[in-house]
């Protein structure tokens, strides 16, 4: 069965296309280590929670948008075995492709597939 990698940013929405550009350039080195999708989607309607929210568990600023994405795979092996490819080739490095956004308030995890309709 499929397996998917899921993952929530805040971008700085001046960073827009940036990151849009970043995106793509990724997604082509995902897909040719064998993802078989990937989805960006720029938040439009995600309100501020009093207990959670993705803006919380980001940690959004005002001046920054929440981004929700996925990588769909097609099994766990090749998500594992793809991903150490990605993670060691030079197009994806900060000093080819540097993130338009902290790195370190993004949310993620894989993620069995149990409904896909």
């Known amino acids: 069965m499929s397996y998917v990698d899921g993952f929530v940013v805040a971008v700085p929405t001046a960073n827009k296309e940036a990151y849009r550009q970043h995106a793509e350039s990724a ?3 995902f897909k040719e280590h064998g993802a078989i999708k990937l989805v960006e989607c720029w938040g439009d309607d995600v309100p ?3 207990v959670t929210s993705f803006p919380m ?3 959004c600023k005002p001046e920054e948008t929440v981004v ?3 990588i769909i795979w097609p099994s766990r092996q090749v998500r594992d ?3 150490q490819k990605v993670m060691a080739d030079p197009r994806v490095q900060p000093d080819q492709n540097p993130m338009p956004f902290d790195g370190q308030r ?3 995890g894989g993620f069995e597939m149990l409904v896909d309709q």
């Open 106 to 108: 993004m949310i993620y």
């Open 57 to 59: 568990a980001v940690k």
């Open 27 to 29: 997604a082509a080195v």
């Open 81 to 83: 075995s793809g991903m």
């Open 48 to 50: 501020e929670g009093k």
């Open 68 to 70: 929700f994405s996925w």
